[in-house]
């Protein structure tokens, strides 16, 4: 067996008289393969796709897998115009669900029943804390109170505390995460116990949601097998409630919705049936509980048929395959292969069951993506997508026991062609987990401003689609610099549409046509790779570098909006402008037009600025020439509400030019009223007036890059402001200081407890004890004394007393 694991599986390439389009890299090979569609015309692709098991909020790692898989689904479709029917499932029973959704039940009843803190609720949670402690933290004392927690969890985990790993040696790994998610659960409970006696009635909320977490799994050690298993409705509740913010969050990031989704609770017969089949072909056995087990070895004995196809390394770790059997498994003594995996699991009390010929029982998790997507897809299916921890073993489990399904005793059925699996998220290093609970939510990241669904999907083309993506500051720079790059192509591209360059020499067209061609070859030559969205955005930011060096008298418009189109076409594609269409022909991405009401004003607003200030600048700006410029723009008063803070604008600035005007005002004033369009009036609209030498100003629209430079450029003039300021006032209060010591008469100022006799000056020559001051000091005072007598004088001169 061991032997036939490291044995690379066979590959049956798909046959075609069509030439591939594409390579894809393919989990099943483990290498680049060309990629041909089982459709003989080489247009149609079936396509499965592991959706979410809904029981929780989707984080960035999910946003990882399911933008990075509409990318590639976007290209297939968009670029190399394959038909596609994209499936997708919701996991709506596991038994993270059945755990998740008795225990938020059985808290909810809990917490229903003790709407107060009574002695009864402590002493529960007291051996809630004991429960989880005892069962995740094993270094810790096995009668430890919750008011010695920190101070032993401290000392027993303080390499985990200081991020390395428990014996201090390597780096942390994904257990050190754990024990770190224990060590906050534990602790948060130990902290809300401590307080209760402190907490009035009203505050019993904040002591279960510090307690909540050791309570839910103990709660449940009692109660979860009493259960009615019939009523789905505690498991539907949260399912529901996952499922519908789940598509929320996904519609947010712009990812297309699935054409087909399927839910595990609405094919229960259709799971039933295809395990019936596996058991029938001799490769899946009945265990006296009424569970079903796939048998391994019976599958690798018929030829043609290997298991573990996609990790054959881990088809022995033990830690995985516990993992791929959930939680509510209990450790089988009948199975015949310790790494045989359930198809069918007996419902045990509390746990939800559908009927099947071996009693009440529901799937096992693998198998219930095998019976959809065959439902949906049939017997074989180009691509089957999915994150790299599904590899194994989830999708091993559903190749084999779907190529069990159809197998005909020759073996060798090729479930799947292609195997696109999408590497992990990671931010400082560590990966995101539901389980681990150190994830940002999507819907978190989004609200808080951290990422918009532009900025976090240029940041996975940015990445290789099945590799590791970790989130740096430099990743976060090169993202930001390209969406900046790009929009500030589009600006350029909007306002030649604007101010066309008919002059234009045309002699740098066939240069920049060249360029333009070798970047569709290149961006073209990196998807067909294997979707290789890294190579594709340098060879966009590449062609904008040169055009941005491209001398512009020698350049025609219609190039530029060649290549604008092309632009637009291929981010859209990749799914950077929201629903907007690749193919209509128009160019740019959302966020660089003003707004459609605003542009006949701002746009006449713009041009007169333009010429008040070229002619205020040479000194000829004389009221026929202002008359001209005012006179080119006559508008019939709007009645839509949405024009009219545009229309006000243009109306102020005309009429203030008028005031100008008639009281022959100087240039710098007509000069600091364009400013104050500029830097006012519009901006307070969101439109910003980018001024350039020797053109006329750009209209754009304000985004947070404008709005980061003006206020890091106001905080800085603010800081040059207040420290003005404070030294402004510390002069003032040394001057008013130094008045106030100025009054002092120089022949008094030592008469005080520390001398006892002075001479006719005021200058003491004996100390208090009536010995004779020192020469040094009567050197040092005497300085003093010059000083303030000339201060003295210097005031009495000024009240003219002296």
């Known amino acids: 067996m061991a032997t036939q694991a490291r044995t690379q599986p ?3 390439e798909p046959q075609s008289s069509i030439p591939p389009k594409l390579k894809v890299w393919n989990s099943l090979t483990r290498t680049k393969n060309d990629f041909i569609p089982i459709d003989p015309e080489g247009k149609e692709v079936k396509w499965y796709s592991c959706g979410p098991t809904v029981y929780d909020d989707s984080h960035l790692g999910h946003a990882r897998n399911y933008v990075t898989i509409d990318i590639l689904r976007r290209i297939m479709a968009g670029y190399f115009n394959f038909n596609l ?75 985990v505390i200081a991020g390395k790993s428990l014996d201090g040696i390597g780096p942390p790994t994904d257990e050190e995460a754990k024990i770190k ?50 009523d789905r409705s505690i498991f539907t509740k949260l399912t529901q409630k996952f499922e519908a913010r789940f598509n929320e969050d996904m519609r947010s990031l712009n990812v297309l919705d699935p054409d087909v989704v399927t839910r ?28 079903i087990y796939f048998d391994i070895d019976s599958f690798e004995k018929t030829p043609g048929n290997h298991y573990a196809r996609l990790e054959p390394w881990n088809r022995n770790n033990k830690d995985l395959q516990a993992d791929g059997e959930g939680a509510l498994t209990k450790k089988p003594t009948e199975k015949r292969g310790d790494a045989d995996f359930a198809l069918w699991k007996s419902s045990k009390p509390g746990e939800p069951a559908w009927t099947s010929p071996w009693g009440p029982g529901r799937p096992g998790w693998h198998i219930e993506c095998s019976a959809m997507a065959s439902d949906v897809l049939g017997s074989q299916m180009d691509i089957h997508s999915g994150g790299i921890d599904l590899c194994f073993p989830h999708h091993d489990n559903e190749l084999a026991q779907s190529e069990a399904h159809f197998s005909h005793k020759e073996g060798g059925h090729q479930w799947v062609n292609y195997f696109l699996h999408m590497g992990h998220l990671s931010i400082s290093g560590s990966k995101m987990s539901k389980s681990l609970k150190n994830f940002i939510t999507i819907r978190e ?161 713009a041009r007169e600025r333009d010429e008040v200030r070229q002619h205020a600048i040479a000194g000829d700006l004389s009221d026929s020439v202002l008359a001209s410029i005012i006179a080119k723009d006559r508008f019939v008063p709007q009645q839509d509400a949405s024009a009219a803070p545009y229309a006000e604008v243009l109306s102020s600035f005309q009429e203030n030019l008028k005031t100008l005007a008639e009281k022959k005002a100087p240039a710098k004033e007509f000069l600091a009223l364009c400013d104050k369009l500029r830097d006012l009036d ?26 980061a430079a003006r206020d890091q450029k106001e905080a800085i003039a603010r800081q040059k402001r207040e420290a003005k300021e404070k030294r402004e006032r510390e002069e003032a209060e040394r001057r008013a200081k130094l008045a106030e010591q100025a009054k002092i008469d120089h022949k008094e100022m030592f008469k005080t407890e520390e001398f006892s006799a002075w001479d006719l000056d005021g200058m003491p020559t004996k100390d208090a004890k009536g010995e004779d001051v020192p020469k040094s000091k009567m050197k040092k005072l005497k300085k003093e004394w010059e000083k303030q007598r000339k201060l003295h004088e210097d005031y009495l001169k000024g009240i003219g007393a002296a």
């Open 181 to 230: 998610m224990h060590l906050k659960t534990a602790g948060s409970a130990a902290t809300a116990l401590l307080a209760s006696s402190n907490l009035t009635q009203t505050d019993v909320n904040e002591f279960y949601t510090g307690a909540e977490d050791v309570l839910l799994p103990y709660l449940d050690s009692l109660h979860g097998s009493d259960i009615d298993s019939e």
């Open 10 to 12: 066979p590959w049956k």
């Open 85 to 159: 029917k994209f499936v997708q499932n919701v996991t709506d029973v596991d038994d993270k669900i059945i755990l998740r959704g008795r225990q938020q039940h059985l808290l909810a009843k809990f917490k229903a029943e003790n709407p107060k803190l009574t002695k009864q609720v402590l002493e529960t949670t007291v051996r809630a804390f004991d429960a989880y402690v005892k069962k995740n933290l094993p270094l810790l004392s096995q009668d430890l109170r919750p008011e010695d927690f920190n101070k032993e969890s401290s000392g027993k985990y303080a390499h």
């Open 264 to 291: 595990v609770t609405e094919y229960g017969p259709q799971i039933v049936m295809f395990v019936e089949k596996i058991v029938e072909n001799k490769y899946g056995y009945q265990t006296s509980d009424g569970s």
């Open 682 to 707: 519009l901006w307070n609209l969101g439109v910003y007036l980018e001024d350039r030498e020797n053109s006329h100003a750009m209209v754009r629209p304000i985004d947070s890059e404008l709005r």
């Open 445 to 605: 990241a989004l609200a808080r401003g951290d990422w918009t669904a532009r900025s976090l999907r240029i940041i996975f083309l940015l990445g290789g689609w099945h590799d590791g993506v970790e989130i740096t500051d430099d990743l976060r720079k090169a993202g930001s610099s390209f969406e900046s790059y790009v929009t500030n192509f589009f600006y350029k591209v909007r306002d030649l549409e604007q101010h066309p360059n008919t002059n234009a020499s045309g002699a740098e067209d066939e240069r920049l046509r060249k360029l333009f061609e070798a970047a569709k070859e290149r961006l073209h030559s990196a998807l067909a790779d294997s979707f290789d969205t890294p190579t594709a955005l340098r060879a966009i930011s590449g062609l904008i570098t040169e055009y941005n060096s491209t001398d512009k008298s020698g350049l025609s418009d219609a190039v530029v909006f060649d290549i604008a189109k092309w632009i637009t076409r291929i981010v859209r594609i990749f799914g950077l402008d929201g629903s907007a269409d690749p193919n209509d022909g128009t160019t740019g991405w959302y966020g660089i037009d003003i707004p459609t009401e605003a542009k006949q004003f701002v746009y006449a607003a």
